[in-house]
Every structure is written in structure tokens, then in C-alpha cells.
């Protein structure tokens, strides 16, 4: 871990030139009886520069962090990386499409995948002879 005070920095950081990197977000997969759920952490990701697309049964999530705004500031230390995340998940025939959903909620997006009502578990009722 790098400690940085006021007080040690005492010339404005040198100028450098930082690429954006696309990686891969963290992300975690669940499942219930009714639906799948995709958790990825986006942080510093905002709605309108986040993108989720489904074609055939490809589900791609992709965002980016916007710029750092230091005009009219010196920075004195930078160790913020601008990034582009992106993923891409093969999504089982039994989904619904047109019931996933999405939030994103402090840097995390939940899509919720729904699966179409003759994919989810029921019960049988027995009828006696």
C-alpha cells in the first residue's frame, strides 16, 4: 500500500500519460429456481457510460470510467487509471429475454435473467385412480 501525505509531496507530479486499459470486471453468477443473476463491480462506471447487449445468446456488459477533471488544478500525485471493463456470458436457452432486467447501484450492476415459466421448477399434482 502506497501512503501519500500533503506533506510528503512537495513538488506538483511529473506529467504522465496514462492508457486506458480494457479489463475484465469482478463479477459473481447466481442461480435460483426462477432466474440467473450476474453481480460485476464497475467502479467509477455511471449509467450512461455503461452498455449491456444481447445478440443470439451472447450477453456483453461494457462501460468505461470517465476522465478525471483537474482543470485548473496541479495534481500532486496520480495513481487513478481510467478503464474500459468489459465481459461477455453465454446465456442458457431457457432465459427470458424479454424479462432481464438491470441496477446499478454504487459501482455494482445486478442483471437479472429470468427463465421463461416451462424452465422453472413446479410442482406436479398426483391425481389417485
Known amino acids: 500500500m502506497t501512503t501519500a501525505t500533503l506533506e510528503k509531496v512537495s513538488k506538483p507530479a511529473a506529467p504522465v500519460k496514462h492508457e486506458r486499459r480494457t479489463v475484465i470486471p469482478e463479477y459473481k ?68 429475454p424479454d424479462l432481464i432486467s438491470a441496477k446499478l447501484t454504487n459501482g455494482v450492476l445486478r442483471v437479472r435473467l429470468p427463465k421463461a415459466k416451462e424452465h422453472q421448477k413446479r410442482s406436479i399434482t398426483i391425481n389417485a385412480s
Open 29 to 96: 453468477v447466481s442461480q435460483t429456481e426462477e432466474a440467473y443473476e450476474i453481480q460485476a463491480h464497475l467502479p467509477g462506471v455511471n449509467q450512461e457510460n455503461l452498455n449491456i447487449e444481447l445478440e443470439d445468446q451472447w450477453l456483453k456488459l461494457s462501460g468505461n470510467t470517465e476522465n478525471l477533471d483537474t482543470e485548473g488544478l496541479n495534481p500532486l500525485h496520480i495513481e487513478f487509471t481510467e478503464r474500459n471493463y468489459e465481459c461477455k456470458f453465454k446465456i442458457p436457452n431457457q432465459i427470458d
